[in-house]
């Protein structure tokens, strides 16, 4: 059997990681194509090198560009590539532009597509990912959620249940892999960023970031909690040109960071006091971790971290923002459980059920 997966922005590699394992693990022949949607060494090769992630076969170099340009052009590179490669099954992961061009391009070859991480919903659909989910879950052959809501979203709109597997969090069999590892890192992290508690921040959603004004609140928000905790905040590219197109003054006590790797960033995250960000992933990562999250977004696809994990939906009220951080910083923050199936295993369970359909 031969499985080809598409891998193309950060939040891709850490679910790739654990799934090329488990087929290597059973003599799975395996190509990885990496899209080049992320190209910054900080975004993409860090995680290869720490994940352990087979280096990419092939790199389609799409780089940045519109949602219309990005995805016609991975669709145009890829075609060539998957009708060379032939393999038996696709392996698209996430909710990003690449993952709904290569399952477009597979859907229309008649080469089967298995989605890792399929059937979250945010039910808002001016947020790119949604679009991304949706048709993706339509085009899919094998469907692997991470969690029963997505069973039911997925469901509800048609897919035949045959095709879905519920199989858990594969971003958490990393983080169960990575921790110890991470944890050797905390000391040094400790003395470069000295001062006790801190808040660690990442926001990159274009609801947040692209827009000027609305990206000067936030930070104005962030500069007010600076003055009760440290404030580190790996900005992601998008987040820093935007900063820069709109000359915007960062507060004195938000200390920015370059993007960090995955070990470092595990590390800032399982000792944060609080983490506050519009990422997917992170708030499924401090679930786990049992570190409170608060979410600046109005509605998440994963809402098993507020109904049993530490997730706290704020969306754009930055003066909940201050209420919830203050009851987390006076001890009342929720403390959570981690989530059936967030186990370490979930990789292991996608490769068994690849090789049954195989
Ligand atoms: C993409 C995903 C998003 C995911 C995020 C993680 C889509 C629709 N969005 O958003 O779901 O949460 O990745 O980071 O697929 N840039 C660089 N270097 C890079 C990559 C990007 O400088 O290596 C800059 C470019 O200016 C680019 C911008 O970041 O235009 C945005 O990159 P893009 O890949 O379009 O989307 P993200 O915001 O990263």
């Not at 891998?7 to 790739?16: D, E, L, Q, T, Y």
């Not at 090198?49 to 560009?65: A, M, R, Y």
């Not at 532009?97 to 989605?115: D, Q, R, W």
């Not at 754009?316 to 209420?323: I, K, S």
Request: negative net charge; glycine residues 8%.
């Amino acid at each position: 059997m031969h499985c080809l997966h598409v891998v193309g922005a950060r939040p891709n590699f850490m679910k790739a990681a654990p799934v090329a394992a488990a087929l290597a693990a059973r003599a799975v022949t395996q190509t990885m194509v990496h899209t080049g949607q992320h190209y910054d060494a900080r975004m993409s090769e860090i995680f290869f090198t720490e994940l352990g992630l087979p280096q990419p076969d092939v790199n389609l170099e799409v780089g940045s560009g519109s949602h219309t340009v990005q995805t016609a052009q991975i669709m145009q590179r890829f075609e060539p590539v998957v009708l060379e490669r032939s393999p038996d099954l696709v392996l698209v992961y996430g909710d990003i532009n690449s993952t709904l061009a290569a399952a477009l391009v597979c859907a229309k070859l008649l080469i089967p597509v298995a989605h890792v991480e399929a059937g979250l919903r945010s039910g808002d659909r001016s947020m790119p990912e949604e679009i991304n989910r949706l048709l993706t879950d339509q085009l899919a052959d094998l469907l692997f959620t991470p969690s029963a809501d997505g069973d039911e979203n997925l469901l509800r709109e048609g897919i035949p249940p045959e095709k879905i597997r519920l199989v858990g969090n594969v971003m958490i069999d990393t983080l169960v892999r990575m921790l110890p590892q991470a944890e050797r890192r905390w000391p040094r992290l400790e003395t470069a960023f000295p001062g006790g508690p801190f808040a660690l921040v990442t926001l990159h959603r274009p609801s947040n970031v692209d827009d000027p004004r609305q990206l000067e609140r936030l930070l104005a928000a962030l500069g007010r909690i600076g003055a009760q905790l440290n404030v580190l905040f790996p900005v992601h590219p998008r987040t820093r040109q935007s900063i820069a197109d709109g000359g915007l003054a960062v507060p004195q006590s938000v200390h920015l960071m370059e993007p960090q790797g995955y070990l470092d960033f595990l590390a800032l995250q399982s000792h944060a006091r609080v983490v506050i960000t519009d990422s997917g992933g992170i708030q499924e990562e401090t679930t786990f971790l049992g570190v409170p999250c608060l979410t600046l977004r109005d509605s998440t696809e994963r809402p098993v971290t507020v109904t049993m994990g530490t997730n706290v939906l704020i969306g754009g009220d930055l003066e909940r923002l201050q209420v919830e951080l203050g009851r987390i910083l006076a001890g009342q923050g929720k403390h959570g459980q981690r989530p059936p199936l967030w186990d370490g295993h979930a990789a292991e369970r996608i490769a068994g059920e690849i090789l049954l359909h195989g």
